[in-house]
């Protein structure tokens, strides 16, 4: 789906993001559009159904991946600002649809997978952009998730994004690639491991002195409880909110 003059985007804003962290993407849509895109909000869109998935519950979850190709047919580009649910649509969906036994499901889901797109590979990859014109002048450190790196695999695009930001001082955060204890249903079925986890990942981002701790994911509920416990000072922040933000507060 193509405008005359502009690309259109479908954003998939993700359930959590809509109801835990609605500046994400409000500041997806932001930025895009000042890079010169049309974006789009499909309303039939709901939960990428990792939950379900990852508890074992594939039946269930299969109503998500349906309702996910149903919504987001058409569209040339489909953007979300989260690794963690845009690496379900893209490893889980095509398996469950392959566990159903339909191949038609499985046709559809292959067809929208191709044109799926963290929000760091469209910028960078579609758009060929690693300087979005953004300006943050702040000291930040970067926790790359598990899910960025491991399942959605965008690599070192959100600090390559990071480092051309007008007035951001970016500093490396020890143990970086180490899990903070999120991990979805994880933390709750190990909270005390997973509190542990955090507080280790906390302390790393102290050490660091930053003022922002920059992530992707909702992994910045758990970071970011331990961080505010802890009386730390230092504010999360998702990816988006920093490149949105531009020079003059257009923002």
Not at 61 to 67: H, I, K, Y
Not at 121 to 126: G, I
Request: proline share 5%.
């Amino acid at each position: 789906m193509m405008s005359e003059s502009r690309t259109t985007v479908a954003l998939f804003a993700t359930c959590i993001n809509d109801v835990m962290f609605p500046d994400t993407p409000k500041a997806t849509v932001l930025l895009l559009e000042r890079l010169g895109c049309r974006v789009e909000f499909p309303e039939a869109q709901s939960c990428c159904g990792q939950m379900f998935t990852n508890t074992g519950y594939y039946k269930e979850a299969l109503g998500s991946v349906r309702s996910f190709v149903t919504a987001f047919a058409g569209y040339d580009y489909i953007v979300s600002p989260s690794p963690s649910c845009l690496g379900s649509v893209r490893e889980q969906h095509p398996m469950l649809a392959e566990w159903a036994g339909d191949k038609g499901l499985w046709r559809e889901v292959e067809a929208v997978v191709a044109r799926s797109y963290e929000l760091t590979e469209f910028l960078v990859d579609v758009l060929g952009l690693t300087d979005v014109g953004a300006y943050f002048p702040h000291k930040v450190t970067y926790h790359p998730t598990c899910h960025s790196l491991r399942v959605a695999k965008i690599g070192d695009r959100p600090q390559r994004l990071l480092r051309q930001v007008k007035g951001l001082t970016l500093v490396p955060l020890p143990d970086a690639e180490q899990c903070c204890g999120f991990g979805g249903t994880f933390s709750l079925k190990n909270p005390d491991v997973s509190t542990s986890m955090a507080a280790e990942k906390a302390r790393n981002v102290t050490s660091t002195g930053a003022e922002y701790l920059v992530t992707d994911n909702p992994c910045r509920l758990n970071i970011g409880g331990v961080l505010a416990r802890s009386k730390s000072g230092i504010k999360t922040i998702h990816l988006a909110e920093v490149l949105a933000e531009t020079e003059g507060g257009a923002r």
